[in-house]
C-alpha cells in the first residue's frame, strides 16, 4: 500500500523533494543550504552526491525529466540549475534572477525550455537560457502581485503558468517568452497572451484569509486547484466560465496539492494525512483518507526508536504522542511517481518528520472501502 | 461557500439589537442565535457596530442553556459555525462572571462540528467579528 523510505541517520525534515526521469534517483533539501542526491541500489539508497552552493536554506527542487536538469532556488535569493557530466558530477550554471528577497518555488516547464521562480520580492522570474553568455537570464512578471509569491504550476502547453501568493490570490499569468518560442494560439484561459499578462484571478477567500500554500494545474490544463491556509480547497473551471468552488474543510490546513486524474485532486497538510477530493459538476466532494494506519501498539520500544520518535516530531518531552498515521509531521510536498496528472497511480510525500513515503493508488483502492479514483 | 454569502454580509444590517432582541425576549434564543451570526458585521469597518454585535451574540450565547447548546449548534449551518467560531474567541477576550467557562462549552460542541479548521479560520481570516 505504502513505502516509507529515510535517507541516512537524519531525522531533519525534508524541505522538497523531486524525482529524476526513472525514478532511480532522488533529490531532496534536508532543511538546510545543501541538496542531496540518492540513488536506489537493490533495496539500499545510497547518496551519490551532495550538491551545495547555496548558502542559506533550498526552499525549491525541479529535476526535468527529459533533459536531466536540476534546478533548485534558495532563501540566498540565487537559483541554480545543475547539469550532470559524463563523470556523474553535477555541475551548475548561473542564473539571473534579479530579486532582493528569498526564491520561494521553482518549476520547470512542461517543455523544459524554460523555467519560473517564485519569490518574496513579490514577483515570478521567467527564466531562458543564452547561449552566448551560457547563463540563464529572467524576465519578471510584476503586476499585480502584492505579497510573496508561494507557488507556481504549469499549464500543459508550456506557455501559462498559475501562481499562488501571500496576498490570499491565486493568479494565472501568460509566461510566454518571445525570445525563444513560436506564437502560442488562443486557449481557454484567453487569447492574448503577452509575457506577464494577467488571464486570471481569484481570491482564495472573499472574507480576505488563508495565504495560499499550493497551486496544480489540471491535465486538461482547464481547471486550477489550490489549498490556502484557511484549510480550504478551491478549484476554478475555465470552462465553466472561469466559475470557482471553495470548500472549508474541518482539517488543519494544507500544504500541497496536485491532480492524480481529470476530476481526482489529492491535498496533504498539516493533518498528516493525504486526503482525495472529487470535483463532480459543480461540488468538490471528499473520497477519502488515504492513510488508514492505525496506531500500532508500543511493545518493546528501543531507546533509539524512542529518541528518533522525539526527533521527528520536534518536541522535547517524552510522553508519547504517536499519531495515527504513517507521516509524523506535517507534509510538506506531494509529486508524482508513476504516471501523469490525468492518470497517476503512484505518488510520494515529505514532511517535516524527515519521511518520504510512495503511496501506491492501486492498491489504495483495493483497500479502502468506498474509494474510487475517477 | 460562495462570494455571495460574504457580500450579503456586508450589506447586512448593522444593528443586530433591532433584529435579535424580539426574538431574545420571546426566550426564542435559537432563532435570535441564527439571526445574529447571519447578519454578523464580519466586513464592516466600524468598531462601534462590531462591538455592539458581539455585545449581543454574547447575550444570546450566554442565554442559552449548556443542555441546549448542541441542539443550537446542530441547527447551523457551517459557515454559521466559523463566525459563532469566531464570537466565541473574541468573548474569551471580555469575560465576565461565569463567561468563559459556559463559552468553553460552546466551543467544544461548535469544534465537534466544524473540526480543527473552524478555528484556523478564526486566526486566517482578514474580517474580524
Not at chain 1, 507521516?327 to 501523469?340: E, V
Not at chain 2, 466600524?46 to 458581539?54: E, I, S
Request: contains cysteine; charged residues 20%; proline residues 3%.
Amino acid at each position: 500500500m505504502s513505502q516509507t523510505l529515510t535517507f541516512g541517520d537524519s531525522c531533519a525534515p525534508i524541505t522538497c523533494h523531486a524525482w529524476n526521469k526513472d525514478r532511480t534517483q532522488i533529490a531532496f533539501s534536508p532543511n538546510n543550504n545543501e541538496v542531496h542526491i540518492y540513488q536506489k541500489e537493490g533495496n539500499e539508497w545510497k547518496q551519490t552526491n551532495n550538491l551545495v552552493e547555496h548558502d542559506l536554506r533550498v526552499m525549491g527542487i525541479d529535476w526535468a525529466p527529459n533533459t536531466n536538469r536540476i534546478v533548485t532556488c534558495s532563501v540566498d535569493r540565487n537559483a541554480y540549475v545543475w547539469t550532470q557530466g559524463d563523470d556523474g558530477k553535477w555541475t551548475t550554471t548561473l542564473v539571473l534572477l534579479r530579486i532582493n528577497r528569498a526564491a520561494t518555488c521553482v518549476k520547470w516547464s512542461p517543455a523544459e525550455n524554460k523555467f519560473a521562480v517564485g519569490s518574496g520580492a513579490r514577483l515570478i522570474s521567467i527564466c531562458y537560457f543564452e547561449k552566448e553568455n551560457n547563463w540563464w537570464v529572467s524576465k519578471h512578471i510584476k503586476k499585480p502581485i502584492r505579497s510573496t509569491v508561494t507557488t507556481l504550476d504549469w499549464h500543459p502547453n508550456n506557455i501559462l503558468l498559475v501562481a499562488g501568493s501571500a496576498d490570499f490570490k491565486v493568479r494565472v499569468f501568460s509566461a510566454y517568452i518571445k525570445d525563444i518560442e513560436d506564437q502560442p494560439g488562443p486557449n481557454v484561459w484567453g487569447s492574448k497572451l503577452p509575457l506577464g499578462q494577467l488571464l486570471a484571478e481569484f481570491p482564495n477567500s472573499p472574507s480576505g484569509g488563508g495565504w495560499v500554500h499550493s497551486v496544480s494545474f489540471s491535465a486538461d490544463g482547464n481547471k486550477v486547484a489550490w489549498v490556502g491556509h484557511d484549510s480550504s480547497i478551491s478549484i476554478a473551471d475555465a470552462t465553466q466560465g472561469k466559475s470557482m468552488i471553495k470548500v472549508k474543510t474541518e482539517y488543519l490546513p494544507f500544504l500541497g496539492c496536485n491532480w492524480i486524474s481529470n476530476n481526482s485532486l489529492l491535498v496533504a497538510g498539516h493533518s498528516c494525512i493525504p486526503l482525495l477530493y472529487c470535483h463532480d459538476g459543480d461540488e468538490l466532494r471528499f473520497v477519502a483518507k488515504l492513510d488508514n494506519t492505525q496506531r500500532k501498539e508500543s511493545g518493546g520500544l528501543s531507546a533509539m526508536k524512542k529518541f528518533q520518535s522525539l526527533d521527528r516530531q520536534a518536541r522535547i518531552e517524552t510522553s508519547d504522542t504517536y499519531l495515527d498515521s504513517i507521516h509524523q509531521n506535517a507534509i510538506t510536498c506531494i509529486s508524482l511517481y508513476k504516471g501523469t496528472k490525468a492518470n497517476a497511480k503512484k505518488f510520494s510525500t515529505s514532511g517535516l518528520d524527515g519521511q518520504l513515503v510512495i503511496w501506491d493508488l492501486d492498491s489504495l483502492e483495493r483497500s479502502i472501502e468506498g474509494l474510487k479514483i475517477v | 461557500m460562495t462570494s455571495k454569502y460574504y457580500e450579503n454580509k456586508s450589506n447586512a444590517r448593522h444593528d443586530n439589537y433591532e433584529i435579535a432582541t424580539p426574538q431574545l425576549e420571546k426566550r426564542r434564543y435559537i432563532e435570535a442565535l441564527k439571526l445574529v451570526l447571519g447578519n454578523a458585521p464580519v466586513g464592516s469597518t466600524n468598531q462601534q457596530v462590531k462591538d455592539n454585535a458581539l455585545a449581543i451574540t454574547l447575550k444570546v450565547l450566554l442565554a442559552i442553556k449548556s443542555a441546549q447548546i448542541e441542539e443550537a449548534v446542530g441547527n447551523l449551518s457551517l459557515d454559521d459555525i466559523d463566525i459563532l467560531m469566531k464570537y466565541i474567541y473574541r468573548g474569551f477576550e471580555y469575560p465576565s462572571e461565569g463567561s468563559s467557562g459556559h463559552l468553553l462549552l460552546w466551543h467544544e460542541k461548535a469544534f465537534n462540528v466544524g473540526g480543527s479548521g473552524s478555528i484556523v479560520r478564526v486566526l486566517s481570516d482578514r474580517m474580524r467579528v
